[in-house]
């Protein structure tokens, strides 16, 4: 590749608070000499707000393999190029994947500049394990499909996270909880970083019962995660033990009933002595 070549960056942009955008990633939109850009008309006042006079192209899921051809001439002739979508990291549930790809095949360099994503914001914040998790993006819109999808996914045992719209979340949290039980552990985020951010954790099935009782906790744009299914089996289990413990311990002295309870439930004999 010759030295001139220009740079593919990979620029992730805010997911709803404008203050969220770094100033390398401001930087980079500033110097680039191109802008693909997933709708160039909705990300017109972020470039505005950044400085960036560089025209800017669309690069969507219906024209990505052309527009790549496109954006690799302009690589090649030297000018640096900012890939962006319409919000939070390019490529997650959002184009740029081909281009990336054929960028690189191609022996430009292509750089990340890391920022905003919903997913991985929705995580830092939802308290759930977040040591192994698994994106499975947006579900099947069918319903058939989705619950298919959903039935492969109930003994996954790291945390789940899913993209879902303001018009599938009640189908969507009813048919989780079909699929994973009341009880598994779950969390909502709602217009994260706007000014109707919501961050609702709860049981499964208390949660979609809360969602769907009331049309505002449907408005926006969500995050849905719900916990691994050997960690929610364990916390079920430890529940359970800890509710049966309590009945016995009415009648029982606390150690016979800590046994008795540990022997029904399966939940361990000290964590129910702690209560
Ligand atoms: N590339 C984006 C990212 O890095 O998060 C995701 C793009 S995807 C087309 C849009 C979906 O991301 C929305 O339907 C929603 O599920 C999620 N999302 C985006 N912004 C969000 C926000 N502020 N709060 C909650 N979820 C959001």
């Known amino acids: 590749m010759a030295d001139n070549a220009g740079r593919l960056w990979?620029?992730?942009?805010?997911?709803?608070?404008?203050?969220?955008?770094?100033?390398?990633?401001?930087?980079?939109l500033r110097g680039a000499s191109l802008i693909a850009a997933e709708d160039?008309?909705?990300?017109?006042?972020?470039?505005?707000?950044?400085?960036?006079?560089?025209?800017?192209?669309?690069?969507?899921?219906?024209?990505?393999?052309?527009?790549?051809?496109?954006?690799?001439?302009h690589l090649r002739d030297g000018g640096d190029v900012a890939l962006i979508s319409d919000a939070g990291t390019p490529l997650v549930s959002d184009p740029g994947y081909r281009l990336v790809r054929a960028a690189r095949a191609a022996g430009f360099v292509v750089s990340p500049v890391p920022g905003p994503c919903a997913a991985i914001a929705a995580l830092s914040a939802a308290g759930l394990p977040s040591d192994r998790f698994v994106f499975e993006g947006f579900l099947p819109?069918?319903?058939?499909?989705?619950?298919?999808?959903?039935?492969?996914?109930?003994?996954?045992?790291?945390?789940?996270?899913?993209?879902?719209?303001?018009?599938?979340?009640?189908?969507?949290?009813?048919?989780?909880?079909?699929?994973?039980?009341?009880?598994?552990?779950?969390?909502?985020?709602?217009?994260?970083?706007?000014?109707?951010?919501?961050?609702?954790?709860?049981?499964?099935?208390?949660?979609?019962?809360?969602?769907?009782?009331?049309?505002?906790?449907?408005?926006?744009?969500?995050?849905?995660?719900?916990?691994?299914?050997?960690?929610?089996?364990?916390?079920?289990?430890?529940a359970e033990g800890r509710r049966v413990f309590g009945l016995l311990r009415e009648e029982l002295p606390p150690a016979r009933a800590a046994k008795l309870a540990a022997a029904i439930t399966g939940a361990p004999r000290r964590q129910l002595y702690e209560v």
Do not use: C, W
């Open 10 to 28: 990979v620029v992730a942009t805010p997911i709803g608070n404008l203050d969220d955008l770094s100033p390398r990633a401001r930087d980079v």
């Open 40 to 73: 160039t008309r909705h990300s017109a006042p972020l470039l505005a707000q950044a400085g960036a006079k560089a025209r800017a192209v669309p690069l969507h899921e219906h024209n990505e393999q052309e527009q790549s051809v496109r954006v690799i001439e």
């Open 141 to 238: 819109a069918k319903a058939a499909a989705r619950r298919e999808r959903l039935g492969e996914l109930a003994a996954e045992p790291r945390t789940l996270l899913f993209y879902e719209s303001s018009h599938r979340i009640v189908e969507s949290l009813a048919d989780m909880r079909a699929a994973f039980g009341d009880a598994r552990e779950a969390v909502v985020a709602r217009e994260l970083t706007k000014l109707f951010e919501t961050i609702l954790a709860a049981p499964l099935g208390e949660l979609a019962a809360r969602v769907e009782a009331d049309p505002n906790q449907q408005r926006g744009e969500f995050v849905v995660l719900v916990a691994g299914a050997a960690e929610a089996d364990a916390d079920a289990t430890l």
